[in-house]
């Protein structure tokens, strides 16, 4: 699918993430994003899925709309440093809230 990414973090136009899952119980455990979505348009998101449908997920939870309103700067090089510096990665990942869990489970549940 496509999501519209956050325009400080764009660097390689790729956003992943997925469900965590507990290795002993095989159960849901959080989630893990990398690259942060937008939070324009009245705090959402544009999101289109392979099965051809779109939405517009408006977030509910602090932590997307704390990271844009941080990360949203008119020009991203004053806030990147270089354009191989990416503020957004390697940061030991992002916060497991309501937003990030949809957005895990909006994903397909591959081996």
Known sequence: GFIEENQVSIDNGAIGYHILLDEATKTYSGASVWNLP????????????????AEIHRWKQPA???LNATFGADDTLSQRGSPTANPLNGNGGWPNDADFDWMARTGPNLP
């Open 38 to 53: 937008t939070a324009r348009h009245s705090e959402a998101c544009s999101f289109a899925f392979m099965d051809g449908h």
């Open 64 to 66: 997307i709309k704390k």
